[in-house]
């Protein structure tokens, strides 16, 4: 199945009176990057929310966040006094070496890590529970990746089957311009009542058509056509590859466009272009 890499998922608990909330983001991104954001107590879970989250997913920019509304009977949090001291003293060791040090207020001092502390085994109490509820959050998002995918794919069959007709219409009239090309090169040649030998002259022209022949684009073209079709029946991660196809599309049609003297073949290519460049940007959000 091909995958996109936006989605969100949102998920909520509730556990002894606290009320937690996992939330899930992701965009598009070259490679997978993961940002994790977790109360300081609850730290010790990052590891295996990483774990996890690499297990699901091979591509996006992906940003988790669980957020600790406190308990419900607003317990006050343990006040480590000697990590506070600690850190107090350390301040004003800087201070003294330092010119014009700005102020640190007791907010600053609160908001230290390890200074304001729930108690000390919360996160191994809640770790099963609330990985248990990320797990939730997670397949919620990778079904919203999924379904995204699916659409996307569907947009992009639409549009390679939209460029293949255009590399038909191609196709049809590659051999009606190069006869016309050979016959305007024989009459203006009449027109100036030349006399050149029969068998260079056929020479000659039979290598300005091969310069002017697309077949070799045209024929790549179709084997790129087919190569992203399989890719979209096989599905799985395969955002890079399509990209590249995308790329080598661009270029077949380009050379197609400069090699072109009709103006069905110019007006053909500049809506493969146009095609291209619409599944190019669907590409971009795929895994």
Known sequence: MITSMTGFSRH?????GGVFDW???????????LRIH???HLRSLEAEVRKRLKGHLARGKVDVVLRDRGQADNAPEAFDQERAQAL?????AIERRMRNPAPVS???VLSWPGVLQGASDAGEVLAEPLLA???????ALVAMRTTEGAALADGMRTRLEALAEHARTVHSRRQPMLDEQRERILARIRELDLHLDPKRLEQEVALLAQRMDIAEELDRIDGHVAAVREILDQ????????DFLMQEFNREANTISSKSHDLEITRATVE?????EQLREQVQNLE
């Open 272 to 276: 493969m272009k146009v095609l291209i």
């Open 23 to 33: 939330e899930l983001k992701s965009v598009n991104h070259r490679y997978l990057e």
């Open 12 to 16: 909520a608990i509730t556990l002894d």
């Open 235 to 242: 599905g799985g991660p395969s955002g890079r590859r399509l």
């Open 106 to 108: 007791p907010l600053d």
């Open 38 to 40: 977790l109360p300081d």
């Open 88 to 92: 107090i003293d350390a301040c004003a």
């Open 133 to 139: 509820g990320f797990d939730t959050a997670l397949e």
